[in-house]
Structure formats: structure tokens, C-alpha cells
T-cell receptor
């Protein structure tokens, strides 16, 4: 089945730094979504992308739908402590019904 | 908008008993609801998809007789873990989707089976 490779698996951030993470797929998607999950909570939708090449921002977050439809990236600018958490990419191919395929997640942590 | 609630947020039960988890869409009609399971430090694993009024579609490897899903209305779905065992301990998360909109997730339910 389809698989999403998300990288990096984890990273440390220092307040003020920019952060970048990405997802790649073995097959194409028609929709890319980015979610954030805090400990003990459900994922919260951050950004939705519906068109190849689309670049969308939500505050300090920017995400792009890759031209090949097999990848997406998420950037966080000027990170703050509350950015800590796990970020998941998810893709959907229309013929797969409503189902999402999730990446393995990127865990953001604060540098000690 | 697009708020999904789950109840309970955590539950501890004895091995062999059954546990019911409720998922509600509070401000929209959920034509489709999804149930996921998440182990520590892992991604979400889809267990089943249900459309209102229809039987749930289970993912490969998920026992439908063990994980009973009911989606009786456009705002409520329930997951019942029957004859729970310690290996069923996990974080269960539901999500709901209105036609033409994205999935919104509930806050999750942590199940511990002793």
C-alpha cells in the first residue's frame, strides 16, 4: 500500500529558529494535510493543500504541495516554545475514499 | 467550528470486560467517522471507517467482533472494545468528516486494561 516517509523523525529547536520538515510518497496524492499533535491530545489540522505546486500559509507556518504530487514540506518560521509537539503529514488520493495515509511524524523538542 | 469530542478521556478496566468510547461531532454533521489507534511514539493507525447508517469498514488485521463500531446518527459514533485484554491498552482517537470537508480529530481516549 501507499507509504509516507516523513523526515526528520525528531529535531531540537531553539526559540527563534526556522524549522523545516517534509514528507515523500511512493505514489501520488490529490490532497496533502499537515496536523500537529500535543501530548495526550488528538491531532489538530494546521494546513490543507489541494493543488500541485500550491503554497499555503497559516501564520508562521507555510506548507507546499510538491509539483510531482508525491511530496510536501512544512516550514515553521521563528519558532516559539509552544511549537513543541509532533507534526504529522497526511495524504489522500481521491479514489481511496475519505481515507488518509499518515506519515510517521516529526517530533519537535526544545534544546536544553 | 469543527469540534469533535470523545468520552471518556481515559478509562481503566479489568481484563475480560467491555469498554465503550463515544465520539461526537458537536457543530457539524459527520457523514463519515474514523477510528484510529495510536501506540506511544508511533503514528496513527486507522482501524475502521464508518458512514452514518452503514456498517463500518474495518482495516486488514482489525477484528470486527472485538472492536464494535456503531454510527447510528450524523453526530455520534461509538467504539466498543469487547473482552478487553492488556494488549488492547492504547490511545484511541476518532475523527469526523462532513462531506467536502477535512477530517477533524477528537482529543483521544486512553484505555488501560489491567
Amino acid at each position: 500500500g501507499q507509504q509516507l516517509n516523513q523526515s526528520p523523525q525528531s529535531m531540537f529547536i531553539q526559540e527563534g529558529e526556522d524549522v523545516s520538515m517534509n514528507c515523500t510518497s511512493s505514489s501520488i496524492f490529490n490532497t496533502w494535510l499537515w496536523y500537529k499533535q500535543d501530548p495526550g491530545e488528538g491531532p489538530v489540522l494546521l494546513i490543507a493543500l489541494y493543488k500541485a505546486g500550491e503554497l499555503t500559509s497559516n501564520g508562521r507556518l507555510t506548507a507546499q504541495f510538491g509539483i510531482t504530487r508525491k511530496d510536501s514540506f512544512l516550514n515553521i518560521s521563528a519558532s516559539i516554545p509552544s511549537d513543541v509537539g509532533i507534526y504529522f503529514c497526511a495524504g489522500r488520493y481521491n479514489n481511496a475514499g475519505n481515507m488518509l495515509t499518515f506519515g510517521g511524524g516529526t517530533r519537535l523538542m526544545v534544546k536544553p | 467550528g469543527a469540534v469533535v469530542s470523545q468520552h471518556p478521556s481515559w478509562v481503566i478496566c479489568k481484563s475480560g470486560t467491555s469498554v465503550k468510547i463515544e465520539c461526537r461531532s458537536l457543530d457539524f454533521q459527520a457523514t463519515t467517522m474514523f477510528w484510529y489507534r495510536q501506540f506511544p511514539k508511533q503514528s496513527l493507525m486507522l482501524m475502521a471507517t464508518s458512514n452514518e447508517g452503514s456498517k463500518a469498514t474495518y482495516e486488514q488485521g482489525v477484528e470486527k467482533d472485538k472492536f464494535l463500531i456503531n454510527h447510528a446518527s450524523l453526530t455520534l459514533s461509538t467504539l466498543t472494545v469487547t473482552s478487553a485484554h492488556p494488549e488492547d491498552s492504547s490511545f484511541y482517537i476518532c475523527s469526523a468528516r462532513e462531506t467536502h470537508y477535512e477530517q477533524y480529530f477528537g482529543p483521544g481516549t486512553r484505555l488501560t486494561v489491567t
